[in-house]
């Protein structure tokens, strides 16, 4: 072999193909949108749900949350137990926002707690204090 030659295989990059004008990339990105792009909740709309979360946290009420982010909606599920199906879910759909709010509490049973357009007042179900009814 002469000293120029090397036994790794190259590693030149293939070739970019523009379809219609536009870079593979960008065709990418148009059609990921539609199919691939899930809804998630923001940061202040995270601020609101763990403050809740966490104040059951330490009355020792629920245990353990799950997220999930799928393209027609975001969840967060509320577990007393791990093991457990989810006490609560608080969803939000976009596809909602104009018509009954985004936002909704969602009781184990399937029974809408709350629905609405502010999250803050929507998980305010959850967090309702007990009035204690006395005898006179």
Same mark, same amino acid.
């Given at each position: ?6 036994? $790794? ?7 970019? =193909? ?8 960008? @065709?990418?990105?148009?059609? *990921?949108?539609?199919? *691939? @792009? ?6 202040? $709309? ?7 979360? *966490?104040?059951?946290?330490?009355? *020792? ?20 137990? @791990? ?21 909704? =509490? ?6 809408? %707690? ?5 999250? @803050?007042? =929507? ?6 204090? %007990? ?6």
């Amino acid at each position: 072999m002469a000293e120029s030659e090397t036994t $790794e295989p190259s590693r030149v990059r293939p070739a970019l =193909v523009v379809v219609n004008g536009a870079s593979p990339d960008a @065709a990418q990105g148009a059609r *990921g949108d539609k199919r *691939g @792009a899930a809804v998630s909740f923001s940061r202040p $709309e995270l601020n609101v749900i763990f403050n809740l979360y *966490g104040a059951k946290v330490a009355q *020792g009420e629920w245990r353990d949350y799950a997220i999930d982010f799928t393209p027609a909606k975001a969840v967060f599920s509320i577990f007393r137990r @791990a093991s457990e199906a989810p006490l609560y879910r608080i969803e939000k759909d976009p596809a909602l926002a104009r018509r009954q709010g985004a936002y909704a =509490v969602i009781a184990a049973t399937g029974l809408v %707690l709350r629905r609405g357009h502010d999250l @803050a007042r =929507v998980v305010r179900v959850l967090d309702r204090a %007990l009035k204690l009814v006395g005898a006179e």
